[in-house]
């Protein structure tokens, strides 16, 4: 198993963010996300309970496609 | 962009429940999917939804609630989604059968230190790598979003070990090429 502390982690990612110019954003973000044209009902379903949870608890739903 | 402040929150939680289980197992359970991207693109791709792989179901809700996981309550189906009440946002859900249907090579697993000795574990960046390439072999679609989280893993992966990222993304039927 590699080990990795979550700080060594984040400056190698963000470093590696640099060097290749990627810049998160919304768009880039969501070109990332699964559309949801394969998720199965039972994955639909989960993430519908996830963003009512979210809303009801007064929180900004992480966004995603089912 | 770091992780967002409540995913960080919610993976101290996660940990806490996963050294228990490692304890009792001699195992840790397995962040894989959505998630282990989020946390190996450090938040570039975010998931509301953790899918974990723990093989043993009664454990893994036992240290889940024990560290303060709520059990959904869902009536008429078999119950392995979970929440923790201070992150509403996310929820974790167990999978069933066996990690990349055992052709992944454990030893190879991220283990992910935080707080201290408290850590999380992710398949390898040339697993998730592989799996990606895998999915988009079959959805096929130009511009899938698995084709551009494998792209974006590649580039940002930690030590590559390229014979092995070969092999696996030829197991899972992808191909290699398109990551250039």
């Known amino acids: ?66 | 962009m770091a992780l967002p402040e409540d995913f960080s929150g919610l993976l101290k939680q996660a940990a806490a429940a996963f050294a228990a289980y490692e304890a009792a197992a001699g195992y840790s359970p397995v962040i894989v999917g959505g998630g282990a991207i989020a946390i190996q693109t450090l938040g570039a791709f975010m998931s509301g939804d953790l899918d974990l792989y723990a093989p043993n179901d009664d454990l893994l809700e036992k240290c889940l609630v024990d560290a303060g996981f709520k059990r959904e309550d869902r009536q008429g189906r078999l119950l392995r989604g979970y929440y923790h009440p201070d992150y509403p946002a996310y929820g974790i859900e167990a999978i069933s059968g066996q990690l990349f249907d055992g052709r992944s090579d454990h030893s190879r697993l991220l283990r992910i230190t935080i707080d201290g000795d408290r850590a999380i574990t992710t398949p390898s960046f040339e697993d998730m790598i592989a799996d990606r390439l895998g999915q988009h072999a079959v959805d096929r679609s130009p511009a899938s979003p698995l084709l551009q989280q494998a792209r974006l893993l590649f580039r940002v992966a930690v030590a590559l070990d390229l014979g092995y990222l070969k092999r696996r993304v030829a197991e899972e039927g992808g191909s290699f090429e398109l990551l250039n």
């Open chain 1, 1 to 66: 198993m590699t080990t990795i502390s979550m700080a060594k982690l984040r400056d190698h990612v963000e470093a590696r963010k640099r060097e290749i110019g990627w810049v998160d954003d919304d768009a880039s973000t969501d070109a990332l996300r699964n559309k949801g044209d394969n998720r199965t009902p039972e994955k639909r379903d989960s993430l519908a309970r996830i963003d009512a949870r979210a809303i009801a608890a007064g929180k900004k739903p992480t966004r995603s496609y089912y």
